[in-house]
């Protein structure tokens, strides 16, 4: 894993937001949190550096096809994670919020009607799902 002031390697965490999405296809999947149609949380981790990250879909029904969704991606501390993992499954939502606050993350948004984007945030953006 990488040390405590930086987070991921160039191929998990590279410089360009779009670059980043790409690289989110290739983590593997390490933990599953919450596992429900519209709102899944996971811990995903890099092949290459171990890289734990948060990961956070949501999505809002419309009912006509083009659903509001939300992809929200933040690198963890050993900590964080130890601490996610070893929550109740009601507790891990809320918890959620206050992981990586300040900490540089992945966000790609796409509201109904309109294009996704992806674009860098902080934190875990609180988006609303069904």
């Not at 149609?37 to 006509?64: K, P, R």
Request: glycine fraction near 8%.
């Amino acid at each position: 894993m990488a040390d405590q002031g930086t987070y991921g390697c160039t191929e998990c965490w590279p410089d360009s937001a779009g670059a980043a999405w790409e690289a989110r296809r290739q983590l593997e999947r390490r933990r599953e949190l919450i596992d429900e149609s519209h709102f899944h949380v996971m811990i995903l981790a890099c092949s290459s550096c171990e890289q734990a990250f948060l990961s956070v879909f949501t999505e809002v029904i419309d009912y006509g096809g083009d659903d509001s969704q939300g992809w929200i991606l933040v690198p963890l501390t050993t900590e964080e994670e130890r601490s996610l993992i070893g929550l109740p499954e009601d507790a891990i939502e809320s918890a959620i919020y206050a992981v990586g606050e300040d900490r540089r993350s992945l966000w790609k948004i796409h509201p109904r009607g309109m294009t996704a984007s992806c674009s860098w945030g902080r934190g875990v953006l609180q988006l609303p799902h069904d």
